[in-house]
């Protein structure tokens, strides 16, 4: 699978706060949340340890227009699969019987990130990025529902889009973070959204139609916008 670059950068001064939390009802039994449920931890009984796979989904879904959120590792990530992606209501949350799985992209319900670097949909993985070991790591997840695409950065940095999908243009769509490994501790870092201007949703339909940049330079159209095209 291509790995997009994100043609874009992010301007995290045109998004405001968009607050959510860890949703209590849409979780593994065995992910335990704050009291401000921000953080979520996994598997924390001392004499059951880690039985399988555990999932959580945000409280809000993630609506029209371009969506940026961090998932902090509170602590160094290890064990078969440490996640954070986007999945829809039918989203896997839990397998059980001792099955350690990559569960955010088991199925072609939820797309998401391993520790290890790579990217799953639809139980297909690619390689993606270096591993992630440290403790502190900060994961920003962008996802942009108009464009169908879902970019990760790593402490800040733009590692380029993962996914470039149609389905992640449907609205219904959830923050996710999974763990096989007992005493995993995953926070939300900063939150935030922002709508897509009209002018931008007409640049991207007319970039979509088009076979390649080169063709932008032919069309009655003046320079600034010509230029947003390309970079829709």
């Not at 900060?138 to 733009?158: D, E, K, S």
């Not at 149609?166 to 005493?183: D, F, G, I, K």
């Not at 995953?186 to 007319?206: A, D, P, T």
Request: proline share 3%.
């Amino acid at each position: 699978m291509e790995i997009f670059k994100h043609q874009r950068e992010l301007i995290l001064s045109e998004f405001y706060a968009n607050n959510w939390v860890w949703d209590n009802q849409n979780k593994s039994s065995d992910v335990h949340l704050s009291n401000d449920k921000k953080s979520a931890y996994f598997y924390t009984d001392p004499v059951d340890l880690s039985t399988g796979t555990a999932g959580v989904r945000g409280n809000k879904a993630l609506n029209d227009g371009e969506h940026y959120w961090e998932i902090v590792f509170l602590e160094p990530p290890c064990g078969t699969s440490v996640m954070m992606g986007v999945g829809t209501k039918n989203a896997t949350l839990q397998t059980n019987n001792y099955k350690y799985v990559n569960l955010i992209g088991i199925d072609q319900e939820s797309w998401g990130l391993s520790y290890k670097g790579r990217i799953y949909h639809n139980g297909e993985s690619w390689k993606y990025c270096d591993p992630i070991y440290d403790e502190g790591t900060v994961i920003g997840c962008h996802l942009n529902t108009y464009l169908g695409t879902l970019t990760f950065y790593r402490n800040g940095v733009n590692m380029g889009v993962a996914f470039y999908d149609r389905r992640l243009q449907q609205r219904q769509l959830y923050p996710l973070v999974s763990s096989t490994a007992s005493e995993t501790e995953l926070g939300i870092g900063r939150s935030y959204c922002r709508h897509i201007s009209l002018r931008e949703k007409c640049c991207s339909i007319i970039r979509n139609n088009l076979s390649c940049n080169d063709m932008v330079d032919t069309l009655p159209l003046p320079n600034i916008v010509k230029s947003q095209i390309k970079m829709a």
